[in-house]
Protein backbone atom coordinates (compact mmCIF):
# COMPACT_ATOMS: atom_id res chain seq x y z
CA UNK A 1 0.00 0.00 0.00
CA UNK A 2 3.23 2.57 0.52
CA UNK A 3 3.89 2.17 -2.87
CA UNK A 4 0.44 2.67 -4.38
CA UNK A 5 0.38 6.05 -2.22
CA UNK A 6 3.45 7.13 -3.13
CA UNK A 7 2.64 6.57 -6.60
CA UNK A 8 -1.03 8.09 -6.24
CA UNK A 9 1.13 11.23 -4.83
CA UNK A 10 2.76 11.54 -7.95
CA UNK A 11 -0.48 12.48 -9.38
CA UNK A 12 -2.32 14.44 -6.49
CA UNK A 13 0.99 15.69 -5.31
CA UNK A 14 3.01 17.17 -7.59
CA UNK A 15 3.98 20.32 -5.75
CA UNK A 16 3.58 21.97 -2.04
CA UNK A 17 0.69 24.29 -3.99
CA UNK A 18 -1.14 20.70 -4.76
CA UNK A 19 -0.79 19.99 -1.02
CA UNK A 20 -2.34 23.26 0.08
CA UNK A 21 -4.71 22.81 -2.41
CA UNK A 22 -6.08 19.48 -1.55
CA UNK A 23 -6.06 20.42 2.62
CA UNK A 24 -7.57 24.02 2.12
CA UNK A 25 -10.82 22.06 -0.12
CA UNK A 26 -10.42 19.58 3.00
CA UNK A 27 -11.30 22.44 5.32
CA UNK A 28 -13.89 24.12 2.61
CA UNK A 29 -15.67 20.89 2.53
CA UNK A 30 -15.59 20.54 6.68
CA UNK A 31 -17.43 23.99 6.38
CA UNK A 32 -14.90 26.34 8.01
CA UNK A 33 -15.41 29.89 7.43
CA UNK A 34 -11.98 30.78 8.49
CA UNK A 35 -8.45 29.04 7.11
CA UNK A 36 -5.05 30.04 8.19
CA UNK A 37 -1.53 29.05 5.84
CA UNK A 38 1.44 29.18 6.79
CA UNK A 39 3.94 28.60 4.40
CA UNK A 40 8.36 27.91 5.34
CA UNK A 41 10.39 28.18 2.73
CA UNK A 42 8.19 27.95 -0.32
CA UNK A 43 6.50 25.20 1.48
CA UNK A 44 9.17 22.72 1.13
CA UNK A 45 9.88 22.84 4.69
CA UNK A 46 6.54 23.24 6.55
CA UNK A 47 2.86 23.69 5.04
CA UNK A 48 0.73 24.54 8.19
CA UNK A 49 -3.24 24.05 7.60
CA UNK A 50 -5.56 25.93 10.62
CA UNK A 51 -9.19 25.93 9.87
CA UNK A 52 -12.33 26.01 12.10
CA UNK A 53 -14.55 23.62 10.63
CA UNK A 54 -16.61 20.48 11.76
CA UNK A 55 -13.24 18.64 12.95
CA UNK A 56 -12.78 14.82 13.02
CA UNK A 57 -14.07 12.60 15.19
CA UNK A 58 -11.33 10.47 17.33
CA UNK A 59 -11.77 7.78 15.95
CA UNK A 60 -12.04 8.29 12.55
CA UNK A 61 -8.33 10.44 12.69
CA UNK A 62 -6.25 7.49 11.78
CA UNK A 63 -8.87 6.41 9.07
CA UNK A 64 -8.44 9.82 7.30
CA UNK A 65 -5.12 8.94 6.56
CA UNK A 66 -5.65 5.69 5.07
CA UNK A 67 -6.16 5.06 1.06
CA UNK A 68 -9.72 5.27 0.00
CA UNK A 69 -10.94 6.46 3.27
CA UNK A 70 -13.09 9.20 2.21
CA UNK A 71 -16.36 10.12 3.95
CA UNK A 72 -17.81 12.05 1.23
CA UNK A 73 -19.31 9.82 -0.86
CA UNK A 74 -21.35 6.11 -0.17
CA UNK A 75 -22.88 5.80 -3.42
CA UNK A 76 -22.35 5.59 -6.80
CA UNK A 77 -25.23 8.13 -7.19
CA UNK A 78 -23.48 10.41 -4.58
CA UNK A 79 -20.23 10.23 -7.03
CA UNK A 80 -22.69 11.79 -10.18
CA UNK A 81 -24.55 14.45 -7.99
CA UNK A 82 -21.02 15.66 -5.93
CA UNK A 83 -20.37 19.06 -5.04
CA UNK A 84 -18.00 19.07 -2.25
CA UNK A 85 -14.45 19.15 -3.36
CA UNK A 86 -12.65 15.68 -2.56
CA UNK A 87 -13.98 12.07 -3.52
CA UNK A 88 -11.41 9.83 -3.90
CA UNK A 89 -10.10 9.41 -0.65
CA UNK A 90 -6.71 9.79 -1.33
CA UNK A 91 -5.37 13.23 -0.78
CA UNK A 92 -4.42 12.39 3.19
CA UNK A 93 -2.53 8.90 2.53
CA UNK A 94 -0.63 10.39 -0.57
CA UNK A 95 0.36 13.63 0.89
CA UNK A 96 1.31 11.46 4.32
CA UNK A 97 3.04 8.85 2.38
CA UNK A 98 5.70 11.48 1.23
CA UNK A 99 6.14 14.16 3.89
CA UNK A 100 6.00 13.80 7.94
CA UNK A 101 2.38 14.87 8.80
CA UNK A 102 0.52 15.90 11.93
CA UNK A 103 -3.03 16.25 11.92
CA UNK A 104 -4.69 17.37 14.98
CA UNK A 105 -8.54 17.48 15.16
CA UNK A 106 -11.21 18.28 17.40
CA UNK A 107 -15.16 18.07 16.96
CA UNK A 108 -17.66 20.37 18.65
CA UNK A 109 -18.55 17.37 20.84
CA UNK A 110 -15.17 16.60 22.19
CA UNK A 111 -13.65 18.44 24.99
CA UNK A 112 -10.41 17.81 23.50
CA UNK A 113 -8.25 17.58 20.48
CA UNK A 114 -6.59 14.53 19.27
CA UNK A 115 -3.74 14.08 17.58
CA UNK A 116 -1.94 11.70 14.67
CA UNK A 117 1.14 11.60 12.95
CA UNK A 118 2.47 9.65 9.79
CA UNK A 119 5.57 9.44 8.61
CA UNK A 120 5.95 8.41 5.14
CA UNK A 121 5.06 4.53 5.32
CA UNK A 122 4.33 4.62 9.18
CA UNK A 123 1.05 5.86 11.15
CA UNK A 124 1.23 6.17 14.10
CA UNK A 125 -1.30 4.16 15.80
CA UNK A 126 -1.26 5.92 18.92
CA UNK A 127 -3.15 9.09 19.48
CA UNK A 128 -2.05 11.41 21.52
CA UNK A 129 -4.40 14.30 23.22
CA UNK A 130 -3.66 17.63 22.13
CA UNK A 131 -4.84 21.42 22.87
CA UNK A 132 -6.42 22.81 19.67
CA UNK A 133 -10.05 24.60 19.12
CA UNK A 134 -12.74 22.83 17.33
CA UNK A 135 -11.69 22.51 13.98
CA UNK A 136 -8.50 20.87 12.18
CA UNK A 137 -4.77 21.57 11.92
CA UNK A 138 -2.54 19.56 9.20
CA UNK A 139 1.13 20.14 9.43
CA UNK A 140 3.29 19.03 6.12
CA UNK A 141 6.62 19.05 6.97
CA UNK A 142 9.83 18.06 5.02
CA UNK A 143 7.99 17.34 1.65
CA UNK A 144 9.56 14.30 -0.35
CA UNK A 145 11.80 14.21 1.72
CA UNK A 146 11.53 10.47 1.38
CA UNK A 147 11.26 10.95 -2.61
CA UNK A 148 14.73 12.96 -3.13
CA UNK A 149 13.91 12.54 -6.90
CA UNK A 150 11.17 14.67 -7.00
CA UNK A 151 12.43 17.04 -4.38
CA UNK A 152 15.07 18.06 -6.68
CA UNK A 153 12.07 18.61 -8.76
CA UNK A 154 10.98 21.51 -6.95
CA UNK A 155 11.74 24.99 -7.67
CA UNK A 156 12.91 28.32 -6.06
CA UNK A 157 11.15 28.68 -2.38
CA UNK A 158 9.70 31.73 -4.56
CA UNK A 159 8.36 30.23 -7.70
CA UNK A 160 6.76 27.59 -5.58
CA UNK A 161 5.17 30.27 -2.79
CA UNK A 162 4.17 32.03 -6.21
CA UNK A 163 1.63 29.20 -6.90
CA UNK A 164 0.60 28.82 -3.52
CA UNK A 165 -0.36 32.57 -3.60
CA UNK A 166 -2.13 31.89 -7.01
CA UNK A 167 -4.36 28.90 -6.49
CA UNK A 168 -5.31 30.72 -2.62
CA UNK A 169 -6.57 33.78 -5.25
CA UNK A 170 -8.44 31.55 -7.17
CA UNK A 171 -10.01 30.02 -4.33
CA UNK A 172 -10.59 33.08 -2.71
CA UNK A 173 -12.67 34.68 -5.42
CA UNK A 174 -15.34 32.01 -5.11
CA UNK A 175 -15.19 31.71 -1.62
CA UNK A 176 -15.69 35.13 -0.73
CA UNK A 177 -17.80 33.93 2.86
CA UNK A 178 -14.19 32.71 3.74
CA UNK A 179 -11.67 34.13 5.94
CA UNK A 180 -7.84 33.57 4.26
CA UNK A 181 -4.68 34.47 5.71
CA UNK A 182 -1.39 33.09 4.10
CA UNK A 183 1.46 33.83 5.61
CA UNK A 184 5.29 32.74 4.28
CA UNK A 185 8.35 32.55 6.53
CA UNK A 186 6.20 34.13 9.29
CA UNK A 187 4.92 37.27 7.42
CA UNK A 188 1.57 37.91 6.31
CA UNK A 189 1.02 37.94 3.02
CA UNK A 190 -2.43 37.68 1.82
CA UNK A 191 -5.76 38.83 4.44
CA UNK A 192 -8.88 38.25 2.98
CA UNK A 193 -11.24 39.55 5.17
CA UNK A 194 -15.14 37.51 4.33
CA UNK A 195 -17.02 39.53 2.21
CA UNK A 196 -20.77 39.55 1.81
CA UNK A 197 -21.47 42.96 0.16
CA UNK A 198 -20.95 43.76 -3.40
CA UNK A 199 -18.19 46.50 -2.25
CA UNK A 200 -16.66 43.98 -0.19
CA UNK A 201 -16.47 41.11 -2.85
CA UNK A 202 -14.83 44.64 -5.25
CA UNK A 203 -12.49 44.85 -2.72
CA UNK A 204 -11.20 41.22 -2.52
CA UNK A 205 -11.20 41.46 -6.32
CA UNK A 206 -8.94 44.68 -6.30
CA UNK A 207 -6.63 42.06 -4.14
CA UNK A 208 -6.75 39.93 -6.90
CA UNK A 209 -6.81 41.30 -10.24
CA UNK A 210 -6.17 45.16 -9.69
CA UNK A 211 -8.11 48.21 -8.67
CA UNK A 212 -8.35 49.21 -12.17
CA UNK A 213 -10.59 46.13 -13.26
CA UNK A 214 -12.44 46.46 -10.10
CA UNK A 215 -13.59 49.72 -9.87
CA UNK A 216 -14.68 49.43 -13.29
CA UNK A 217 -16.11 46.08 -13.20
CA UNK A 218 -19.53 45.34 -14.98
CA UNK A 219 -21.39 43.20 -13.02
CA UNK A 220 -23.22 39.69 -14.00
CA UNK A 221 -26.27 38.35 -12.28
CA UNK A 222 -28.97 36.22 -14.48
CA UNK A 223 -30.86 33.07 -13.15
CA UNK A 224 -32.24 31.17 -16.00
CA UNK A 225 -34.04 27.19 -15.64
CA UNK A 226 -31.84 26.26 -12.58
CA UNK A 227 -29.20 28.01 -14.02
CA UNK A 228 -27.19 30.99 -12.42
CA UNK A 229 -24.43 33.03 -13.94
CA UNK A 230 -22.97 35.92 -11.61
CA UNK A 231 -19.48 37.56 -10.99
CA UNK A 232 -18.32 40.42 -12.75
CA UNK A 233 -16.66 41.63 -16.03
CA UNK A 234 -14.29 43.73 -17.11
CA UNK A 235 -15.33 47.24 -18.32
CA UNK A 236 -14.73 47.36 -22.15
CA UNK A 237 -13.27 51.01 -21.94
CA UNK A 238 -10.99 49.82 -18.90
CA UNK A 239 -7.54 50.67 -20.53
CA UNK A 240 -5.48 48.21 -19.48
CA UNK A 241 -5.53 44.70 -20.06
CA UNK A 242 -6.26 42.51 -17.09
CA UNK A 243 -4.78 39.24 -16.29
CA UNK A 244 -7.97 37.49 -14.82
CA UNK A 245 -9.97 34.90 -16.29
CA UNK A 246 -11.27 33.17 -13.51
CA UNK A 247 -14.75 30.63 -14.32
CA UNK A 248 -16.05 28.56 -11.49
CA UNK A 249 -18.42 25.62 -12.15
CA UNK A 250 -20.36 25.17 -8.90
CA UNK A 251 -17.73 26.10 -7.05
CA UNK A 252 -15.13 24.39 -8.63
CA UNK A 253 -12.54 26.55 -10.83
CA UNK A 254 -12.80 25.11 -14.78
CA UNK A 255 -10.91 25.95 -18.04
CA UNK A 256 -13.64 25.32 -20.74
CA UNK A 257 -13.79 26.26 -24.59
CA UNK A 258 -17.30 26.31 -24.95
CA UNK A 259 -16.88 29.06 -21.62
CA UNK A 260 -13.61 31.19 -23.70
CA UNK A 261 -16.08 31.42 -26.39
CA UNK A 262 -18.75 33.08 -25.13
CA UNK A 263 -16.80 35.54 -22.98
CA UNK A 264 -15.16 36.30 -26.58
CA UNK A 265 -18.14 36.18 -28.58
CA UNK A 266 -19.85 38.53 -26.05
CA UNK A 267 -17.08 41.01 -26.65
CA UNK A 268 -16.82 40.67 -29.93
CA UNK A 269 -18.10 44.17 -30.38
CA UNK A 270 -15.18 45.80 -28.88
CA UNK A 271 -11.76 45.52 -30.82
CA UNK A 272 -10.07 47.24 -28.32
CA UNK A 273 -10.38 44.39 -25.92
CA UNK A 274 -7.90 41.46 -26.87
CA UNK A 275 -8.43 39.09 -23.94
CA UNK A 276 -11.29 40.37 -21.68
CA UNK A 277 -11.01 39.67 -17.70
CA UNK A 278 -13.76 38.09 -15.99
CA UNK A 279 -14.70 36.01 -12.42
CA UNK A 280 -17.52 34.01 -13.37
CA UNK A 281 -19.17 31.80 -11.12
CA UNK A 282 -21.85 29.25 -12.94
CA UNK A 283 -23.95 26.96 -11.00
CA UNK A 284 -26.51 24.77 -11.83
CA UNK A 285 -27.62 20.84 -11.48
CA UNK A 286 -24.95 18.78 -10.62
CA UNK A 287 -26.16 16.24 -12.65
CA UNK A 288 -26.15 18.29 -15.65
CA UNK A 289 -22.49 18.41 -15.53
CA UNK A 290 -19.37 15.77 -15.23
CA UNK A 291 -16.51 16.80 -13.62
CA UNK A 292 -14.69 13.69 -13.26
CA UNK A 293 -13.55 14.20 -16.50
CA UNK A 294 -9.83 14.82 -15.53
CA UNK A 295 -8.09 13.94 -12.20
CA UNK A 296 -6.58 17.55 -11.66
CA UNK A 297 -10.83 18.14 -12.05
CA UNK A 298 -10.07 21.56 -14.06
CA UNK A 299 -12.26 19.93 -16.97
CA UNK A 300 -15.90 19.94 -17.19
CA UNK A 301 -18.59 18.47 -19.34
CA UNK A 302 -22.04 19.83 -19.79
CA UNK A 303 -24.89 17.62 -20.99
CA UNK A 304 -26.39 20.05 -22.76
CA UNK A 305 -23.29 22.41 -23.95
CA UNK A 306 -25.23 24.39 -26.47
CA UNK A 307 -27.80 25.33 -24.12
CA UNK A 308 -25.69 26.39 -21.71
CA UNK A 309 -23.33 28.17 -23.83
CA UNK A 310 -26.29 30.19 -25.29
CA UNK A 311 -27.63 31.13 -21.69
CA UNK A 312 -23.99 32.21 -20.82
CA UNK A 313 -23.47 34.14 -24.18
CA UNK A 314 -26.69 36.04 -23.65
CA UNK A 315 -26.21 36.92 -20.12
CA UNK A 316 -22.98 38.57 -20.72
CA UNK A 317 -24.19 40.49 -24.04
CA UNK A 318 -27.40 41.73 -22.13
CA UNK A 319 -24.64 42.65 -18.99
CA UNK A 320 -22.31 44.67 -21.58
CA UNK A 321 -25.14 46.05 -23.29
CA UNK A 322 -26.68 47.97 -20.24
CA UNK A 323 -23.33 50.06 -19.79
CA UNK A 324 -23.76 51.30 -23.23
CA UNK A 325 -27.19 52.45 -22.84
P1 LIG B 1 -11.45 13.16 0.44
O1 LIG B 1 -11.38 14.64 0.64
O2 LIG B 1 -11.35 12.80 -0.99
O3 LIG B 1 -12.59 12.52 1.16
P2 LIG B 1 -8.95 13.13 1.82
O4 LIG B 1 -7.83 12.14 1.81
O5 LIG B 1 -8.66 14.49 1.32
O6 LIG B 1 -10.14 12.48 1.03
O7 LIG B 1 -9.51 13.21 3.29
C1 LIG B 1 -9.93 12.03 3.93
C2 LIG B 1 -11.03 12.30 4.94
O8 LIG B 1 -10.48 12.99 6.07
C3 LIG B 1 -12.15 13.21 4.45
O9 LIG B 1 -13.15 12.47 3.77
C4 LIG B 1 -12.67 13.84 5.72
O10 LIG B 1 -13.59 12.96 6.35
C5 LIG B 1 -11.44 13.90 6.61
N1 LIG B 1 -10.81 15.24 6.62
C6 LIG B 1 -9.67 15.61 5.99
N2 LIG B 1 -9.36 16.90 6.24
C7 LIG B 1 -10.35 17.38 7.04
C8 LIG B 1 -10.62 18.67 7.66
N3 LIG B 1 -9.80 19.72 7.48
N4 LIG B 1 -11.72 18.78 8.43
C9 LIG B 1 -12.56 17.72 8.62
N5 LIG B 1 -12.35 16.49 8.07
C10 LIG B 1 -11.27 16.31 7.29
MG1 LIG C 1 -9.85 15.85 0.09
Known amino acids: PQLANQIAAGEVVERPASVVKELVENSLDAGASRVDIDIDKGGSKLIRIRDNGAGIPRDELTLALARHATSKVQTLDDLEGILSFGFRGEALASISSVSRLTLTSRTADQSEAWQA ?192 HDFILQVLQSALSQIQA
Request: glycine share 6%.
Open 117 to 308: HAEGSEVALKLMPAAHPVGTSIEVSDLFFNTPARRRFLKSDKTEFTHIDEWLKRIALVRSDVHFTLSHNDKIVRQFRPATTDSQYLQRLAQVAGRGFADSAVKVDCQHDGMHLGGYLQSPSLGESVDCNYFYVNGRLVRDRLVNHAVRQAFAQFASVEQPGYVLMFSLDPHQVDVNVHPAKHEVRFHQARYV
